[in-house]
């Protein structure tokens, strides 16, 4: 059973009020005990209680009590703080109020009588929306009002009042649970005195109640893992719902989501394997009724899907094997265009590319509604990258050792002449290609990232009797001719000196 020991006195049977106005950040509120009090309790409360405030409390001998420095003794709810002292002197106490924007503050000193100690309170459903409650108090008068709360938050006191009020140390009561959303309750006991002093106790079982005045369930509810997230889809007429994800063991509500499709991807909370997952419908505010069901991140689909590696081609047909182990079936969009469904067989799938972008995306889903879904993007290009030469080189013949080969491919495209990479300006090219004696090859490519070329081949002539070689010879011979006439009137002239 879980307890509140630290709520004990709301009103008491001795008070001392001491009030002060606190709008600053933090305020020192002076409250003087004119005797010694045993089991004393400090309660401070501001007027904006939607605000948010720590508290610390100094004796007159310097002992300090706070949020911070005695939380075991402090006990804090929504616009008060409850500081149990226990034995308290006489003289000036010193509470000091930290917040912003409270408001006016109040501080309220006084003594608990008896501890109304919760021994026993259980709840046992006896219908749909039909409970019967029990519980036993000790150390408090026989007076004791007894009033019971029904909490989708099991740490909240903030519940909604299902029972009329009981009375006595001990006993039992019927009620029924009120116009509220379907869903998992937490009930607890609140037991008052007639001096105002109070305690609280929850009921540890949670019970799950089904408001059949509410709307229909939602129709073909399907929960299950898609990749390590959670799906959860439903059948319903136009409108809003809410996909939910609850504790599978305290059945608190971990994560919502108000949609107006017909599905939800919701991510697992951080720190869980397995949750209850459930959807219905939200419309003004209002739950409809709905099931639970378990989604466990071990179901995950034991699956893989094989894609072609590159993520542009040229073909238009490409491969995809799927595997996957158990009784699964599987899908596939290309395209957001459904192309297979519910396969039963493992193997390879041939998939018909449209120009341009692809999305092909499979999916595998075992019995229980758990999907692995694998994405690709494939680009298919089929067309030939554009490619056009300054001039047709074919049959040209030169005297030079070298020729400029010139012109424009398109984007993105890759250029070679003769195996060499040619860069680009822009889309535009001038490379200069050397030359050989006789019969020169030239060999262009543009190639794009699909794999498409384009070629543009020529045979380019260097001569070797060309007007430039001939120039040369004849330069050449010319000055054999020379060298040897002059030699000739070189040995001449000996002859003559020597008669």
Same mark, same amino acid.
Not at 36 to 57: G, H, L
Not at 75 to 94: E, H, L, P, R, S
Not at 388 to 393: E, K, V
């Given at each position: 059973?879980?307890?509140?020991?630290?709520?004990?006195?709301?009103?008491?049977?001795?008070?001392?009020?001491?009030?002060?106005?606190?709008?600053?950040?933090? &305020?020192?509120?002076?409250?003087? $005990?004119?005797?010694?009090?045993?089991?004393? *309790?400090?309660?401070?409360?501001?007027?904006?209680?939607?605000?948010?405030?720590?508290?610390? *409390?100094?004796?007159?001998?310097? &002992?300090?009590?706070?949020?911070?420095?005695?939380?075991? &003794?402090?006990?804090?709810?929504?616009? @008060? *703080?409850?500081?149990?002292?226990?034995? =308290?002197?006489?003289?000036?106490?010193? +509470?000091?109020?930290?917040?912003?924007?409270?408001?006016?503050?109040?501080?309220?000193?006084?003594?608990?009588?008896?501890?109304?100690?919760?021994?026993?309170?259980? +709840?046992?459903?006896?219908?749909?929306?039909?409970?019967?409650?029990?519980?036993?108090?000790?150390?408090?008068?026989?007076?004791?009002?007894?009033?019971?709360?029904?909490?989708?938050?099991?740490?909240?006191?903030?519940?909604?009042?299902?029972?009329?009020?009981? /009375?006595?140390?001990?006993?039992?009561?019927?009620?029924?649970?009120?116009?509220?959303?379907?869903?998992?309750?937490? @009930?607890?006991?609140?037991?008052?005195?007639?001096?105002?002093?109070?305690?609280?106790?929850?009921?540890?079982?949670?019970?799950?109640?089904?408001?059949?005045?509410?709307?229909?369930?939602?129709?073909?509810?399907?929960?299950?893992? #898609?990749?390590?997230?959670?799906?959860?889809?439903?059948?319903?007429?136009?409108?809003?719902?809410?996909?939910? #994800? @609850?504790?599978?063991?305290?059945?608190? $509500?971990? $994560?919502?989501?108000?949609? !107006?499709? &017909?599905?939800?991807?919701?991510?697992?909370? !951080?720190?869980?394997?397995?949750?209850?997952?459930?959807a219905a419908s939200y419309d003004s505010g209002r739950l409809g009724r709905f099931d639970l069901y378990e989604v466990s991140a071990d179901n995950m689909v034991d699956a893989t899907v094989q894609f072609p590696d590159e993520s542009a081609t040229n073909r238009t047909v490409v491969t995809v094997n799927v595997t996957f182990s158990g009784n699964c079936t599987v899908s596939a969009t290309l395209n957001g265009e459904l192309m297979l469904e519910q396969s039963s067989e493992?193997?390879?799938?041939?998939?018909?590319?449209?120009?341009?972008?692809?999305? *092909?995306?499979?999916?595998?889903?075992?019995?229980?509604?758990?999907?692995?879904?694998?994405?690709?993007? $494939?680009?298919?290009?089929?067309? =030939?990258?554009?490619?056009?030469?300054?001039?047709?080189?074919?049959? +040209?013949?030169?005297?030079?050792?070298?020729?400029?080969?010139?012109?424009?491919? !398109?984007?993105?495209?890759?250029?070679?002449?003769?195996?060499?990479?040619?860069?680009?300006?822009?889309?535009?090219?001038?490379?200069?290609?050397?030359?050989?004696?006789?019969?020169?090859?030239?060999? +262009?490519?543009?190639?794009?990232?699909?794999?498409?070329?384009?070629?543009?081949?020529?045979?380019? /002539?260097?001569?070797?009797?060309?007007?430039?070689?001939?120039?040369?010879?004849?330069?050449?011979?010319?000055?054999?001719?020379?060298?040897?006439?002059?030699?000739?009137?070189?040995?001449?002239?000996?002859?003559?000196?020597?008669?």
């Open positions: 059973m879980k307890k509140v020991s630290g709520i004990l006195a709301a009103v008491f049977l001795c008070l001392l009020l001491c009030r002060s106005e606190v709008y600053a950040a933090t &305020q020192d509120i002076a409250v003087n $005990l004119a005797e010694n009090r045993t089991d004393c *309790i400090f309660q401070i409360a501001w007027e904006e209680t939607e605000k948010e405030a720590s508290v610390r *409390i100094v004796s007159p001998s310097g &002992q300090v009590y706070g949020t911070e420095e005695t939380p075991d &003794q402090v006990t804090v709810m929504t616009g @008060f *703080i409850y500081v149990y002292i226990g034995d =308290a002197a006489a003289g000036q106490w010193t +509470v000091s109020v930290t917040g912003d924007g409270l408001g006016s503050a109040e501080v309220t000193v006084g003594s608990l009588p008896e501890s109304m100690n919760v021994d026993v309170f259980s +709840v046992t459903e006896t219908g749909n929306g039909s409970y019967r409650a029990e519980w036993s108090i000790s150390d408090c008068p026989e007076d004791v009002t007894i009033r019971i709360y029904a909490s989708k938050n099991p740490d909240s006191y903030e519940g909604t009042e299902v029972s009329g009020s009981g /009375r006595g140390a001990a006993g039992n009561m019927n009620f029924t649970m009120p116009d509220v959303d379907s869903g998992y309750y937490y @009930f607890y006991l609140s037991v008052t005195a007639g001096s105002g002093a109070f305690n609280y106790a929850y009921c540890d079982t949670p019970y799950f109640y089904d408001n059949t005045g509410r709307a229909d369930k939602l129709t073909a509810v399907s929960a299950g893992l #898609l990749n390590s997230d959670i799906y959860i889809s439903w059948e319903g007429e136009a409108g809003t719902y809410l996909a939910m #994800l @609850f504790d599978p063991d305290t059945k608190e $509500l971990l $994560l919502s989501e108000e949609t !107006e499709e &017909q599905s939800s991807l919701l991510a697992m909370p !951080e720190g869980y394997t397995t949750v209850l997952a459930g493992a193997g390879d799938y041939s998939v018909e590319l449209e120009e341009g972008d692809n999305t *092909i995306v499979f999916m595998v889903s075992d019995a229980n509604g758990n999907m692995a879904s694998f994405v690709k993007e $494939l680009y298919l290009d089929s067309i =030939a990258p554009q490619l056009s030469m300054a001039r047709n080189l074919d049959g +040209v013949t030169v005297d030079e050792d070298y020729i400029y080969v010139e012109g424009y491919t !398109e984007a993105g495209a890759s250029l070679t002449c003769n195996g060499q990479k040619i860069e680009l300006v822009g889309n535009y090219f001038s490379y200069r290609q050397p030359l050989s004696l006789g019969k020169n090859e030239i060999r +262009v490519v543009a190639a794009d990232i699909a794999g498409n070329e384009t070629q543009y081949t020529a045979e380019v /002539r260097r001569p070797f009797w060309s007007s430039g070689i001939l120039r040369w010879i004849i330069l050449g011979a010319a000055a054999v001719a020379l060298i040897l006439v002059e030699t000739v009137l070189l040995v001449r002239g000996k002859r003559r000196s020597r008669r």
